[in-house]
Structures are given as C-alpha cells and as structure tokens.
C-alpha cells in the first residue's frame, strides 16, 4: 500500500496483513533506531553482496581440480608458470600435495608464518642415484658411446664448482650463486632473473649439461632447457616425477565443478540504482512482520535499515498516516501502561499522530530487528 505523503514531509504507511505488516504508527519514547531524514539511514544492499568466487574449478585440458590453498596459489602465478594440474590432491608423506606440470604444491598447515603453500623441491628429485663425490679424470672416451658420455657429463653437472671455479668475477651473462655453489649464465640466467630467481625456481642445483642436443640446468623447484632453435623454455618436471612415482593421473569427473575461467572471479558490477526525482512523494514502508523500514522517493528506494517496533502490550497499530511535525531532537518523559521513562535529546523525531506516535532515532540499544518499544519506531 503506498500513501501519497504532503510536500514537506513523509508519509508512513502500516499494514497487518497476514506475515506482512507495512508502516508503522509511532507511539511514545522507547522506540528504536531510524532516523529517516537523518544521514545515518541505511542504504539498500547490493544485489552483489551474496555472489562470492569458486573455491574448486574443473580443468578441462587435464580432466583435474584446482581447489582451495592451491587454487590461490595457482591463479596467482598463472598458468605458464605452474602448468595444468595433472594429478588430483593426494597424501605424499603425511602432507596433502598436487602435481602441475611445472610444479608440485605441498599443504603446510603448520607453517608459523602462515606460508601453507609451499612448492616442492621436485628439481633435485631429479638427481641422480649415484653422483661422483669427486670430479674424477675423465676416461678415454674411445670406448664411450655418446649417449654414455652425455650421462656421464650429467652426473659432473651435479658436482658444486672448486674453488677457483667459484672465484670467477660475476658478470652481465655468468654469475655465481653461492648458497647452492652452482653458476648460471646467458639465457638461463635471464629467465631466472626475471621470473623471480630463488623464489621461483630456487637456486641452481646443477651445471648447464647436453642431452640429446638440448641443453638443461637442474633448479631446486624446476629444471630448464634450451636449443638454439626454441630458446629457453620449463620442461614439465611435475608431469615427469608423476609418471616416476606412478601417481593416477587418470582424467577425474567433472561433477557440478565450473570450469575454470578467470571471468569467474571478477565480481558482477555493482547494480544501477535509480535516481529518486527530488519532487518525489515520500513514504516510508515499515513491516511490522520484519521489522524493516524501507524510504521511498518518488517511488525509488532511498534507503532501508531494521527497526524496533513496539514489544507486546505496547504494540505499535497498523495503517496509513502523514507525519504531522518533525523535530531535530526531543526529551521525552512520561508514563505509559505504568511504566515510567525518561529519554533526553531523542533525535530526528518525525510524530504522525496527535498521540505521540513518532519515528525516530534510538541511540541507547543495537537491538535492531526485534520489538522493543512503547509503541515508537
């Protein structure tokens, strides 16, 4: 029901409709928290204050889940740094751990520092069984095959540099890293340096070495590699140790899982609200059911908040009413159903009765949402 309100005022509509009372009579001084001209009114929620991002996302390119921990971590380094999941979460060693094809994430829930993603060291799982403790003199490579050769060098590439090898003044294409005692130079030394160094990959682990007419360099959480054709590029260490350590790889069921897509976590826009015209009839609908206020301008939504109405044996009438006078602040005083009051400087009174029914602010309770009043809203 909607009540068209005099220039200079609102007009507050009260229904009893069954489940649905709208617009509240104001009785005496005990009543809540509203102040309808005041600038402390509520404005109406946004549509978009219940949409929220996924927490699990399916990917399709690998038949795998992305959930949690691991979905932050992984949409916040991207895709070509971490690859595609190809492996559900699984239990490695009493720790919960994913396999992505450049990466493995591992759950520390223990972590003081609230660091619960960590990446795995899947780099120096790729060392060898057997490793010379010692370079030793290199033996005639007469009876070697090359592929022979070639392991043979990949086993030396392990071994940390002497000395004199580590003394080498860095330049702008070499430079040695002491915490592992490895150096790193031309292209892999670029991408290391610009994808984050240690806190990417981790320090080097090996010297650059051929394989097959590729050239690789091992690092603690990666490995990479480079052909004079392709450039330097990850090689999909995760994927490797997956298949090593025969962990299921098998594409899983997509159930009601959303595909991932990065749209996914951009919030909707917030919704156009309607511009009230400033000549706009004013009402104020209250439903006693609810007990929520909404202003009205023009027929546009201006603002809304819960309000108290009055308790039982005080309770506040429905119907249709104008508001007669409005006052900045009042004391109020008297005695109602026996009951004595005394509430000073009572703001933004707004009386549509000549009873002293009134709408106003209330600044002694938060109860908000629940009958409380002599009457008043």
Known sequence: MSVVGPNNGFSPVLS???????????????????????????????????????????????????????????????????????????????????YYE???????????NGDVVKFGKIG???????????????PSLNGETPRSQEMNLEQRAWLPLDDRAASRENTATWRFIPETRHSIQYGFKDFWEATGERDYLGNPVTEEYILDSTTYQVFERGQLAWRADVGVWMTPVGETLAERYRVDTAPQGQGNL???????????????????????????????????????????????????????????????YYVLYKLPSQ???????????????????????????????????????????????
């Not at 399709?60 to 380094?77: A, H, I, N």
């Not at 120096?124 to 290199?138: G, M, Y």
């Not at 008297?334 to 029914?357: I, N, Q």
């Open 16 to 98: 009893a409709a069954k489940g649905h009372r709208r617009f509240i009579q104001l009785l005496c001084a005990m009543a809540v928290f509203l102040a309808l001209i005041a600038p402390s009114l509520a404005v109406a929620p946004q549509a978009s204050a219940s949409w929220s991002a996924p927490r699990t996302v399916y990917i399709p390119e690998t038949g795998q889940s992305v959930d949690g921990y691991f979905l932050d971590v992984w949409r916040s380094w991207g895709i070509a740094s971490l690859g595609y999941p190809v492996t559900p979460e699984i239990i490695e060693n009493d720790r919960i751990v994913q």
């Open 102 to 112: 450049y990466a493995r994430m591992e759950y520390w829930p223990e972590d003081p």
């Open 124 to 138: 120096l799982e790729l060392k060898p069984v057997t490793v010379f403790r010692t370079i030793p003199k290199l």
């Open 258 to 320: 959303p595909v991932y897509d990065e749209a996914l976590f951009i919030p909707p826009p917030e919704p156009v609200r309607p511009i009230a015209p400033p000549n706009g009839e004013r009402v104020i609908d209250i439903n006693l059911s609810t007990q929520y206020l909404i202003a009205y301008q023009g027929g546009v939504s201006v603002g809304e908040s819960y309000v108290s109405t009055g308790r039982p044996g005080f309770d506040t009438p429905p119907g249709t």
């Open 331 to 377: 004391t109020m005083e008297g005695v109602l159903g026996g009951e004595y009051y005394h509430v000073p400087d009572v703001p933004w009174v707004m009386y549509f009765t000549s009873v002293g029914h009134a709408i106003h602010g209330a600044y002694w309770h938060n109860n908000f949402g629940q009958t409380m009043s002599h009457g008043c809203i």
